[in-house]
């Protein structure tokens, strides 16, 4: 049973899945793991026929904790400030639409379709004022609340609502100093004293205050977050105390995630700028990877990210999945074709014929779309033009071996001269001389160079390796059977005969 469908398996009646970010920065992958597992959860109980909707809350109202690695020191002066309420660090939007925008775009291209609610317009439209009310009415149960569950140490006389100062525009430099719906009059300690109306925007409940609220104010019944918020004493252990305490609602159905760490660099955080954006990945990644990734993950498992040969392998094992889910291979996961069902972005009638590492192969050995259509052809690929996915599929591959493929998996062509020893010339003539009886295809290819080896004093290690100098002046390439394949055989007649003729 997939993870989803194990969470609804006793859920009744109608569902709200919320999400939700705080946009203080690029919107990474790290981050694609709540909103791709809450769609994931929404779609799983469509599919079990339960009604359900599916919500991203983007907290917009948050402060900006500090000036971050990516910003430049000018926004010394924004610290404190409201997203929703500093200037993009380009162009005319707002702190948090700049952020955001990318995000929503993404998210469009993997299938992720919430109803994405700005937390301001929350407030603005006086969607929590009631919310806000009652915690205001019954604050110092909240106060016992957050101290004896989250170890807090509240003391004095104090307030769930974090006004906006009218005058220097900071919301963590307030302290409500009365409360008389619908105004709570504040300080700041800019020397400002003024009030603000719990109707609209002028303020907001502070984050332990703010989430069951939004549980209340919007009816949600299941929410994933992250393993911090889960904690003994955590987020959702004063929120669910709030929840029934306070708001007399049972709180959501919590699935903690665990993390996703960039490989070599750590767990992904704006704040730290070690982040690659989900923007990014779409670049360099065909779109179903970054579902699948979450969907054959269970949430509890932590999740190691390599952009780089650890990509193609992910990419390798979600075009196994896709072969299984069609009768064509096998896999070690029970749930495979629910994995699938909620990688996929499109329906196929069979899996698709060209493989993402054949196209990275073929990108490095044909430069235009002729040659590319003529190969892919040869590959199984049955139109007369390159259609829109599989032109997406190639442009991804060029970006992906611009930017974050290692060396050894770059290769060019070489003209270059080869000096072999004999025992290399007597394979190499050898699969020269029978060239013409073998089947062209990459498995007959790669069956026939290890007949060869076999007849021969090399390892073959060592035997491999004199194909790849010849071809790429390397001792490693891609798969012989594919390259050799896809170069053509009257390539390698050509080049193969140049090469025994110089070392002749």
């Not at 009415?137 to 769930?160: A, F, M, Q």
């Not at 993390?259 to 065909?286: D, N, Q, W, Y």
């Not at 026939?448 to 076999?454: E, F, K, L, N, R």
Request: proline share 6%; glycine share 6%; aromatic share 12%.
């Amino acid at each position: 049973m997939h993870w989803s469908e194990s969470l609804l398996k006793d859920v009744s009646g109608d569902q709200r899945i919320s999400t939700g970010i705080s946009p203080s920065g690029p919107i990474h992958i790290g981050n694609m793991r709540e909103i791709l597992t809450g769609d994931i959860i929404y779609k799983e109980a469509l599919k079990l026929g339960i009604r359900a909707s599916f919500i991203y809350l983007c907290d917009d109202m948050d402060p900006l904790r500090k000036v971050y690695p990516f910003l430049p020191g000018s926004y010394e002066r924004y610290v404190g400030h409201p997203l929703s309420m500093i200037p993009a660090p380009d162009g005319d939007k707002t702190y948090s639409e700049y952020f955001l925008e990318p995000f929503k775009e993404t998210i469009d291209k993997i299938d992720v379709r919430p109803e994405i609610i700005s937390t301001t317009s929350l407030y603005k439209n006086g969607v929590l004022s009631r919310a806000i009310d009652i915690a205001m009415n019954n604050r110092e149960k909240i106060k016992n609340i957050l101290n004896s569950i989250g170890n807090y140490k509240i003391t004095g006389d104090w307030y769930p609502y974090e006004p906006v100062c009218k005058s220097c525009g900071r919301i963590n430099t307030t302290t409500v100093i009365s409360y008389n719906y619908p105004y709570a009059e504040y300080k700041c300690k800019c020397g400002y004293t003024g009030k603000a109306d719990i109707r609209t925007d002028d303020g907001k409940m502070p984050w332990r205050v703010e989430w069951p609220a939004k549980w209340f104010s919007l009816h949600v019944t299941i929410e994933p977050f992250g393993k911090d918020h889960g904690a003994a004493g955590g987020s959702y252990d004063t929120g669910k105390a709030i929840a029934s305490d306070i708001f007399n609602i049972n709180p959501p159905l919590p699935l903690l995630y665990e993390r996703i760490f960039l490989k070599g660099k750590g767990v992904m955080h704006s704040s730290t700028g070690v982040v690659i954006p989900a923007s990014e990945m779409i670049k360099f990644s065909p779109p179903e990877i970054i579902r699948f990734l979450i969907a054959k993950n269970n949430p509890g498992r932590h999740i190691d990210f390599d952009p780089g040969p650890g990509l193609l392998n992910l990419i390798d094992e979600y075009e196994k999945y896709e072969r299984a889910y069609f009768g064509l291979d096998s896999v070690k996961d029970d749930d495979y074709k629910d994995v699938y069902e909620l990688s996929r972005l499109k329906i196929l009638k069979e899996p698709e014929k060209i493989t993402f590492r054949h196209i990275v192969t073929l990108v490095q050995i044909y430069n235009n779309n002729d040659a590319l259509l003529s190969a892919l052809k040869r590959s199984g690929y049955e139109k007369d033009y390159i259609d829109d996915y599989i032109m997406n599929e190639i442009d991804t591959a060029r970006y992906w071996l611009e930017k974050y493929a290692p060396p050894e998996m770059k290769f060019s062509l070489t003209d270059e001269n080869i000096n072999l020893n004999d025992d290399e010339r007597k394979i190499v003539n050898e699969f020269l001389e029978n060239i013409d009886n073998i089947e062209w295809s990459p498995d007959s290819i790669h069956n026939y160079v290890y007949d060869i080896i076999g007849r021969s004093k090399m390892r073959p290690q060592d035997a491999f390796a004199v194909f790849y100098k010849i071809l790429i002046g390397r001792s490693r390439g891609p798969r012989l059977g594919y390259f050799i394949y896809n170069l053509g055989r009257e390539y390698i007649i050509k080049r193969f005969s140049s090469i025994l003729a110089e070392t002749f």
